[in-house]
């Protein structure tokens, strides 16, 4: 596991991840963080904008 601070708009946020290794993925998002933020997720760009 890794913890570390996400920065987006105003808002600074401390996750704590697990580290995988993988070539298909930069970063998962976990289903209990897209509930909390609720992103707008354009699935033909791969575009994840919180609002």
Known sequence: K???DVMY???T???TAWV???DRFDF???RSWL???NPHI???TGVVTLS
Do not use: C, V
């Open 20 to 22: 995988i290794e993988t």
């Open 42 to 44: 354009d699935w033909k």
């Open 9 to 11: 708009d105003d808002t």
């Open 2 to 4: 890794a913890t570390f």
């Open 28 to 30: 998962i998002f976990g």
């Open 35 to 37: 509930l909390k933020h």
């Open 13 to 15: 946020e401390s996750i």
